[in-house]
């Protein structure tokens, strides 16, 4: 059996792991799991939603001390910064993005990878960058004859993307009045995925205060009107906040690992 346990997660911008996935890593660390996360920008491009928030200059610059102390909160092994400019992960050459992807890949030997889906949870350019990049890292990663100056090959045993059942959306309308994120003003809907399509769904609802706490840490992004920043939120309440879902995309021995709904309850099931 495989001794020392790893997860990798790959996303784009400080605070695109709180909300989805914070929960997760949280756990998968305090297990003794290495938990490693890798963000394709510093997230400069969004918009200070606090105006009690200085913002430092360059503001990638805040964004990065958020996500490092959000990180710390996650009990996470490394973060991992690939340096890309907000909003302009299109336009890199793919091959760069996926060559770093697959270096680290392949130092790091993770049995377990998240990233984003082809939804890219609502539609943003970056997600559906990172989540072109890390799927075809993946799979690269594991072919030996590509790159080989930058490692052996690693297989990655499962691949899952990040993924919201449809109720979990209809839910945020029905408390929040709104289940898009606004960009330009303009509403780009989440996407949500049938229960049937949920693959695995991780209860994380032992570290539910610990997932607000780190939310908490990416300040400039947090409107001060918003839920997670009121004394009374409970965050074991709504039980979308601490169930976290998720699609295996890519590989897996799924065996011994299913419950009788037919969800997996571990990331690792069937790698441990
Ligand atoms: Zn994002």
């Not at 993005?97 to 609502?122: C, H, N, T």
């Not at 997600?127 to 594991?142: E, Q």
Request: charged share 20%; hydrophobic share 40%; net charge negative.
């Amino acid at each position: 059996m495989t001794d020392q346990l790893r997860l990798m997660a790959i996303f784009a911008h400080p605070d695109d792991e709180a909300f989805g996935t914070g929960g997760t890593l949280i756990k998968y660390a305090q297990e003794g799991v290495e938990v490693h996360l890798v963000m394709a920008t510093r997230g400069e491009a969004g918009q200070l939603a606090n105006p009690d928030i200085t913002p430092t200059h360059p503001f990638s610059l805040l964004r990065e001390q958020e996500l490092r102390r959000a990180c710390a909160v996650y009990g996470l092994k490394q973060l991992h910064l690939l340096g890309y400019v907000d909003g302009q992960t299109p336009i890199v050459p793919p091959a760069e993005a996926v060559y770093k992807i697959v270096w680290l890949l392949r130092d790091i030997m993770p049995q377990v990878v998240i990233s984003f889906g082809p939804d890219g949870v609502y539609g943003h350019y970056d997600h559906l960058a990172v989540h072109r990049w890390a799927s075809a890292a993946v799979t690269l990663a594991g072919d030996p004859d590509r790159w080989p100056e930058i490692g052996a090959a690693h297989q990655v045993a499962k691949f899952y993307h990040r993924a919201m059942p449809q109720p979990q959306v209809d839910n945020m309308k029905e408390r929040l009045g709104y289940n898009a994120v606004m960009m330009d003003g303009i509403p780009f809907p989440f996407t949500g995925y049938s229960l049937e399509q949920i693959t695995t769904i991780i209860d994380t609802h032992e570290f539910a205060a610990r997932k607000v706490q780190a939310i908490r840490c990416h300040a400039s992004q947090i409107r001060p009107d918003s839920p997670f920043l009121q004394d009374d939120f409970d965050p074991v309440a709504n039980e979308w906040f601490w169930q976290e879902t998720y699609i295996l995309a890519q590989n897996g021995d799924r065996s011994g690992s299913m419950l009788t709904n037919g969800k997996e309850t571990d990331l690792f099931a069937g790698v441990r």
